[in-house]
């Protein structure tokens, strides 16, 4: 939660979810989904935002706290009261057994 209230503060971050992936070592680590003001138009411009990011969050909250890493899309799943899908995208990451 406190990366999530932290990241939606930067100004290129228009909507955000933030939750736990299978890691292999580690067990589980913190990832972000975020839905940018403007989708990245490379991989090289979506990894330096995902650099951006992830220092932004680190200047403000521990490491341990802050994301490993950031997956761009361009909307996030709502409900149409307009509340955040989020199991539904956690669910992405765990149904695929995605060890990053």
């Known amino acids: 939660q ?4 932290a990241l939606s503060m930067h100004p ?3 909507d955000i979810a933030v939750f736990g992936v299978p890691h292999d070592e580690m067990g589980e680590e913190v990832k972000a989904v975020v839905q940018p ?3 990245p138009a490379s991989d090289e411009a ?9 220092t932004y969050c680190r200047e403000q909250l521990a490491d341990v706290k ?7 899309r361009p909307d996030l799943p ?5 509340k955040l899908y989020k199991r539904l995208l956690k669910a992405e ?4 057994g995605a060890l990053t």
């Open 12 to 14: 290129k971050v228009y």
């Open 2 to 5: 406190e990366a999530e209230n």
């Open 46 to 54: 979506a990894a330096s935002l995902e650099r951006e990011l992830i």
């Open 93 to 96: 990451y765990w149904d695929e």
């Open 66 to 72: 802050c994301p490993r890493s950031i997956d761009f």
């Open 78 to 82: 709502r409900h149409p009261t307009g």
């Open 37 to 39: 003001v403007d989708m």
